[in-house]
């Protein structure tokens, strides 16, 4: 990460701040009245839409070291999905030799049928880090996505799942085959036990299906409506339940934390009813805004805060893995990166994933219902490793920036390093040259390697207390050990 300056700086609090929010550090996992969630070694990844995911490995030079800088964070390359929107108008087409077959009449456009050959699957069995793939259930033809699922199974060798169709709810609107009669959440579920049977046992594997795949709202399409239809014969092929989700609105809104805490929360039954079966939960595709991002929203800072914030609002209520799509390249408001240029949200991702590396256990320390947040991250022996701060005030670049202190409590150490990820306004972009960055650092267009320089801010902790201070529409990430 290139050089380091170390800039003292001093517990002062800010002089136009208001009283500081306290948080209490608890000394080991476990302890004190917080609810601590297990993690995942790797729990942020992407989602690559199916048609263009070719696109993504071969052709975008950023997508390999993107992935690579959370990799050298964490130890474990990010898990992928491919899926969305276009895996369920795809058809599997044995003697292509094309990765992807489809015609767009402009290159922005997302096809609206295609085919895929075997090599598809060779492709991504080529990724180093665990892969779900999306086959198609709604042109109901079963002995094609059976196809399609015995290559994969064949071909990727860190396979970790197979869905089996992308958000039914939407599939009368889309005119699609299997819904042409009665189409609702309850014939849905009994189409999506009898799928999974039959393609698991096809593929004579159980424990491969990521069943789910919703994006309208729980309990209407949700994991407990689903698992309690689910007998023995359905249930051993299932591994994961997964549930999509944009929560969309004004980025001031978005990025609000107790707007993300909220938002969340929404899915807590389901989590519960996934681990009551002994399964994971997923946000198995999402990201800011649907059908793309909206460019107001989701090229923006405000945008790399919510996602950070949101990753670990996620995280911390036994959500084990969340992957955000990237769609069309070239048109895709809400992507971390792009062939020319970066996403800002990418800057939120990453600092989200510095927390939590290496580490076994997280926990909320703040009750989501203010603007102000802090996550903790424990380590395998359960002490706590690093604490992440938001505030989440809104500020968009003219006026007063007001700040606000975070004083933390329960320290052990003389001092403490810290990373802030900061930028002028929440509306900063960095594909329009906006000032983002994170420790100091940036990430380049193109390459997404590191530039710049790293800035590690170091406070004194006195009597187990250290106080910090953080500008509206901020971050810090604080270094325990
Ligand atoms: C890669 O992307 C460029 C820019 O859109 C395009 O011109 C080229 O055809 C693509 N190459 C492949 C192999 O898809
Ligand atoms: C289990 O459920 C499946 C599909 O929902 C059904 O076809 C099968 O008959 C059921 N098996 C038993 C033993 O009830
Ligand atoms: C997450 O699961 C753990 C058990 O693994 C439980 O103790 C904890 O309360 C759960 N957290 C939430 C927020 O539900
Ligand atoms: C990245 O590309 C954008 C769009 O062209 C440009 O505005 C910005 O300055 C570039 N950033 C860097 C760090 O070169």
């Not at 790797?42 to 839409?49: H, N, Q, T, W």
């Not at 076994?360 to 991250?377: E, Q, R, S, V």
């Amino acid at each position: 990460m290139g050089q380091t300056t170390v800039v003292l700086v001093l517990a002062a609090v800010a002089a136009q701040s208001v009283g500081a929010v306290t948080f209490a550090v608890p000394g080991k996992v476990g302890t004190g009245s917080y609810s601590f969630a297990p993690l995942d070694p790797a729990p942020l990844g992407v989602s690559l839409e199916f048609f263009t995911f070719p696109s993504y490995i071969t052709n975008v030079t950023a997508t390999s070291q993107c992935l690579e800088n959370w990799r050298a964070l964490t130890g474990v390359w990010p898990p992928i999905r491919i899926g969305g929107t276009t895996q369920d108008r795809a058809q599997y087409d044995a003697s292509t030799s094309a990765y992807v077959v489809y015609s767009v009449a402009k290159a922005a456009d997302a096809p609206m049928t295609l085919t895929f050959g075997p090599k598809f699957m060779t492709l991504a069995g080529t990724y180093a880090g665990s892969v779900v793939l999306g086959l198609n259930r709604a042109k109901n033809n079963i002995q094609n996505t059976i196809a399609a699922a015995k290559v994969a199974v064949a071909e990727i060798k860190n396979l970790l799942a197979i869905e089996l169709g992308n958000e039914p709810e939407y599939w009368v609107k889309d005119k699609q085959p299997i819904a042409s009669g009665t189409w609702n959440s309850a014939t849905d579920r009994a189409s999506q036990n009898d799928w999974n049977i039959r393609v698991g046992s096809a593929i004579e594997k159980t424990n491969i299906i990521q069943a789910g795949n919703w994006n309208d709202s729980p309990p209407n399409w949700g994991a407990a409506g689903l698992i309690a239809t689910e007998n023995a014969t359905v249930s051993q092929y299932v591994r994961h339940y997964a549930h999509h989700n944009y929560p969309g609105g004004s980025i001031q809104k978005l990025m609000t934390h107790s707007t993300t805490a909220q938002n969340i929360r929404a899915f807590n039954a389901d989590v519960a009813a996934a681990k009551a079966v002994g399964k994971q939960y997923v946000l198995g595709e999402t990201n800011s805004v649907s059908g793309g991002g909206a460019a107001g929203v989701s090229p923006t800072f405000g945008c790399a805060l919510w996602t950070m914030d949101y990753t670990l609002r996620a995280t911390s209520s036994n959500i084990s893995r969340i992957y955000f799509h990237q769609g069309t390249v070239g048109n895709c408001q809400y992507c971390f990166w792009g062939r020319y240029s970066m996403g800002s949200p990418y800057y939120g991702a990453y600092a989200a994933v510095a927390l939590m590396a290496g580490a076994k256990h997280i926990a909320a320390l703040d009750t989501g219902t203010t603007n102000y947040a802090a996550y903790a991250a424990f380590d395998s022996s359960g002490a706590p490793v690093r604490v992440l701060l938001y505030n989440s005030d809104y500020y968009a670049g003219s006026g007063t920036r007001s700040s606000q202190s975070f004083t933390l409590t329960g320290l052990t150490s003389a001092s403490v390093r810290a990373k802030r990820l900061t930028a002028s306004s929440a509306l900063s972009r960095v594909d329009q040259g906006g000032d983002l960055s994170f420790g100091g650092q940036y990430f380049n267009n193109v390459t997404c390697t590191v530039g710049g320089t790293e800035d590690i801010e170091t406070t004194v902790v006195s009597g187990g207390q250290a106080t910090f201070s953080l500008k509206a529409t901020e971050a810090l990430l604080v270094y325990l050990q």
